[in-house]
């Protein structure tokens, strides 16, 4: 169990939305993330924030979820 926001989050959660945002094959918001994982929007969002704050990912100016530990992909990210 991770806290964040004075919240809990199941570790194994952040474990899969971290996994899947690393191999996704394009740029995903949220929704388009929680959809393919089959997640709710709101766990989704609460981890999205937390990896933000772990500076892990960023969104870009169109809400696109990017795993900034991919400069190869940073470099062509528009921000």
Do not use: C, G
């Not at 996704?24 to 709101?42: D, G, H, R, V």
């Not at 924030?49 to 870009?60: A, G, H």
């Amino acid at each position: 169990m991770l806290m964040t926001n004075k919240s809990f989050i199941d570790s194994e959660d952040v474990l899969d939305v971290e996994f899947a945002i690393k191999n996704a094959e394009e740029y995903q918001t949220i929704e388009e993330l929680a959809n393919e994982i089959k997640k709710s929007k709101k766990l989704v969002e609460r981890i999205v924030f937390y990896l933000q704050e772990k500076n892990r990912v960023i969104l870009n100016k169109e809400k696109k979820i990017i795993w900034i530990y991919q400069p190869e992909l940073i470099k062509n990210a528009v921000f």
